[in-house]
């Protein structure tokens, strides 16, 4: 598919959702999205409960993973134009809480890595 902001990536992610990449994930992502484009939210809990997932706009209290995206690299990852491994090496992908977590938004979502 081929997004144009932010909020149309978050609102298809759980069509994106593989189950079967995460029958035993339990995680709730945070994202901060930065450089945003129009009257956008910049903050989206995505929040996987053992095969299920829900995509919500916020912050979480409490979240296993935050990341800090630039909304032009959001949305490359998202149509396959960018690499997530390569976007996070580059600095273009901030992260903290577990951090090996976040590799698992490939598989879960079909992210390039």
């Not at 995460?22 to 809990?45: N, R």
């Not at 990341?67 to 998202?78: D, Q």
Request: hydrophobic share 40%.
């Amino acid at each position: 598919m081929t997004y144009t902001t932010a909020t149309e990536l978050f609102q298809d992610l759980e069509n994106r959702f593989q189950s079967s990449a995460a029958e035993t994930l339990e995680a709730t992502f945070q994202f901060h999205i930065t450089e945003i484009s129009g009257d956008q939210t910049a903050d989206w809990q995505v929040i996987v409960d053992n095969g299920k997932c829900r995509v919500e706009p916020g912050t979480s209290d409490n979240p296993t993973v935050t990341l800090n995206i630039a909304e032009p690299v959001w949305l490359e990852l998202g149509r396959g134009e960018k690499g997530a491994l390569s976007a996070f090496m580059s600095g273009q992908i901030k992260a903290g809480g577990n951090v090996m977590l976040a590799q698992k938004l490939g598989p879960v979502f079909g992210f390039n890595l």
